[in-house]
Each structure stands twice: as structure tokens, then as C-alpha cells.
């Protein structure tokens, strides 16, 4: 059996949502990714996860 995940399932969709849109500026999608990392940190309050 799969171990749950740690974060809310809106939160994960609105992070491929947010990398989906931003991937264009970026040279690769782990540009995007690690980009995007970084804007989440300030966009979303700490207690969006579950954990």
C-alpha cells in the first residue's frame, strides 16, 4: 500500500498548475521546477501541508 501523501490534493494540483504555466521561461522543466519552488515559498502560508 502506498504511503499518503504529505500535502493536500489542491495544493499539489496548483503546483503543476503554477510550474505549467511558468515552464516557457525557463531553459528545462527543472529550471521550471526549482523556480517555481522558490515563488511558492513566499505565496503560500506554512500551513497548507498536512504535515
Do not use: F, I, K, W
Not at 5 to 12: A, G, V
Amino acid at each position: 500500500m502506498a504511503r499518503p501523501s504529505r500535502y493536500l490534493l489542491e495544493l499539489r494540483r496548483r503546483a503543476v498548475r503554477m510550474v505549467a504555466e511558468v515552464r516557457d521561461d525557463y531553459p528545462n522543466e527543472t529550471a521550471a521546477l526549482q523556480g517555481g519552488r522558490r515563488q511558492t515559498r513566499h505565496r503560500l502560508p506554512r500551513h497548507c501541508g498536512t504535515g
